[in-house]
């Protein structure tokens, strides 16, 4: 078990949420990005265990991407693409505000996306009853990743939409964790292409993940 797991489970309690969204609302950029590098290998660049909040006053080019990826699949259906229901074989777990699955042509092997089970564009505009909620599922599957892998090295990443989006492309913007296992180094293919190979099929990834206990 990670010691953070262990020793610092306020690490995942509703107050840490709470401490995200309350500087999100004091350090507004055009973006931000909340993430946690757990790991040398992961890029944690010091030993006990915290998360980094960074802003920006552009919206980084990978951010613009997913947005026009979202938009496409917006305007061809109708729908958001997360809004969509998840199927049951790539499900890790649910709780009544959230889904915890492994993305289909997932970059990472095991990596795990939380996502909100109603639709919402800013990860600010969280509750405290979701965001309680949220925590708990949060621990529970990087408990699962951590028996399964074996206290492997991950990053988890809060992607939310950038601030002063314009109203039109809320119906198919929406915030989303990423979680990812650090298992591998990425070469020059993944490099200079910007395509990652994941040997791992996610209904596999999925199928070994639900069948670990995620309780400390």
């Known amino acids: 078990m990670h010691r953070y797991l262990k020793d610092v489970r306020f690490l995942f309690s509703n107050s840490y949420f709470t401490v995200y969204l309350l500087v999100l609302l004091w350090y507004c950029k055009n973006y931000q990005h909340v993430f946690k590098n757990q790991g040398a290998s992961a890029g944690a660049s010091m030993a006990h265990s915290h998360s980094q909040m960074l802003g920006t006053p552009f919206v980084p080019p990978s951010v613009t991407s997913r947005l026009n990826c979202m938009k496409e699949v917006f305007e061809r259906s109708g729908k958001c693409s997360l809004c969509a229901v998840v199927s049951k074989d790539i499900l890790v777990s649910e709780t009544h ?33 979701k965001v309680l909620d949220l925590a708990g599922l949060l621990k529970s599957m990087l408990q699962k990743l951590c028996k399964q892998l074996n206290d492997s090295p991950f990053n988890y990443m809060i992607h939310s939409a950038p601030f002063g989006l314009s109203s039109s492309c809320l119906p198919y913007t929406h915030w989303f964790l990423q979680i990812v296992p650090q298992l591998s180094v990425i070469g020059g293919f993944e490099i200079g292409s910007g395509c990652h190979i994941n040997p791992v099929f996610p209904e596999d990834a999925a199928k070994i993940l639900r069948e670990i206990d995620g309780s400390v």
């Open 97 to 129: 505000n959230f889904s915890a699955f492994v993305p289909f042509a997932a970059s990472y092997p095991f990596e795990i996306w939380i996502v909100p089970r109603q639709h919402s564009s800013y990860f600010h505009e969280t509750d405290q009853d």
